[in-house]
């Protein structure tokens, strides 16, 4: 097969546009006249440490990044910044304090955790798992018995200027819900934030966050790199080496990764050369801008197929409704996985809800072009009337 049949709806690992994988393709045995693959190279010859340059710099310009934020390719996916974020914020917390003199009394400063979805739960727990003093600021879970909203700021316990940082997920990627806004909190503080399933699909302003990270299954390339853009300032911080909280592991350390400009170890080279490839395929297309429009477009078209429905319901607030992940659910609910069936039999694929929720999910990436979700909508409104008569 040389081109793709199917419309691929995953939520990650997720849809690469073609031509990129055409490119990748095409350049498999004979990267930039090497004579070998992008795998085969060394990470440490001229030709990979301009790849690395070029893809930092491309997208520095998609996401009109500032030059006091440096970009980072880090392994370990999502999870693994869990931690990072909680190892290095501490540390950059404390290296703060002492600077300002107020380093009386224990070290222990809260951190925040605002837990809209399953991933920022997951964020939050993991934290715990390291630290005795993590912060809920709300959960929407306990507070609604369910995902699907976020509530307005009166309901929120943020600790104020104490925290060590302010964590929350963009874009929860299994419940849908996305954030239309950037939480305001205390200018001292640090904003970090989860985009790993929205990065590059609208404009962000990044000087608002201390840090953003993205695992790169969605709209970035093939898993195994994670991208993360910290401000320079939290790189500067003091070591904490307590029964607390140990030191940094090398691997999770941001100012290790920074100073070795993401060469500390073997990078995961074929995932930074298809991300880069991404980079250039949205550059071509006329960057954030113009995928934006066609993202909204295609969420707006999907969400008012589920709102005229009758037999399609979203179990998510219309505020707050992802533009990359579309959940739903079929009333009655027997009807799921025929729907399943019948989408796959049509080459629509990957669109079975998280297993944790259930449901139908469809996501539409960047890569995902409007007229899968064209087609995708044209099958719901059969599906409906098939099973209205
Ligand atoms: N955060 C979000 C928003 C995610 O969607 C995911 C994975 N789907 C993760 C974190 C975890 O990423 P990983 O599987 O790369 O560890």
Redesign the pocket.
């Known amino acids: 097969m040389t081109t793709q049949k199917v419309l691929n709806f995953g939520?990650?690992p997720a849809k690469i546009p073609e031509p990129v994988l055409k490119k990748a393709q095409d350049e498999l045995l004979n990267y930039n006249n090497t004579g070998m693959s992008i795998m085969e190279l060394s990470h440490r010859s001229k030709d990979f440490e301009n790849l690395i340059n070029k893809t930092q710099k491309d997208l520095r310009t998609l996401l009109d990044i500032p030059n006091n934020y440096t970009i980072l390719f880090m392994q370990?996916?999502?999870?693994?910044?869990?931690s990072a974020v909680v190892y290095n914020l501490l540390a950059a917390k404390k290296r703060k304090q002492f600077d300002n003199n107020s380093m009386e009394g224990e070290f222990n400063p809260p951190l925040d955790y605002i837990v809209t979805?399953s991933?920022?739960a997951?964020?939050a727990a993991e934290a715990k798992k390291l630290y005795n003093n993590v912060n809920i600021v709300l959960d929407v879970k306990k507070l609604r018995g369910s995902y699907g909203s976020i509530p307005p700021r009166e309901e929120w316990k943020l600790s104020g200027s104490n925290a060590a940082y302010v964590y929350y997920?963009?874009?929860?990627?299994?419940n849908g819900v996305e954030f239309n806004y950037v939480p305001e909190i205390d200018p001292s503080v640090p904003l970090v934030c989860?985009?790993?399933?929205n990065i590059l699909s609208r404009k962000v302003d990044i000087s608002k966050f201390s840090l953003i990270y993205a695992?790169?299954?969605?709209n970035i390339g093939p898993?195994g790199v994670?991208i993360v853009i910290v401000r320079e300032d939290l790189l500067n911080r003091l070591e904490i080496s307590d029964s607390k909280l140990p030191a940094i592991p090398s691997m999770l350390d941001y100012k290790v990764m920074a100073e070795n400009n993401s060469l500390y170890n073997t990078p995961p080279m074929f995932s930074i050369y298809v991300a880069s490839l991404v980079f250039e395929w949205l550059l071509e297309n006329g960057g954030i801008k113009e995928i934006e429009k066609i993202n909204s477009i295609k969420a707006a078209k999907l969400y008012d197929c589920i709102n005229k429905s009758k037999i399609y319901k979203s179990p998510v607030e219309e505020n707050v409704r992802s533009r990359m992940n579309v959940p739903f659910r079929i009333q009655p609910e027997e009807l799921e996985n025929e729907f399943l069936k019948g989408a796959n039999e049509l080459g629509m694929l990957q669109l079975k809800g998280h297993r944790s929720v259930g449901g139908i999910r469809a996501s539409i990436y960047n890569a995902v072009p409007l007229e899968a979700v064209e087609t995708l909508i044209q099958y719901m409104q059969e599906f409906e009337r098939k099973h209205s008569q």
């Open positions: 939520p990650g370990g996916g999502g999870h693994t910044q869990f979805g991933w920022s997951k964020a997920c963009d874009n929860e990627t299994v989860d985009m790993s399933s695992g790169a299954q969605k898993a994670t």
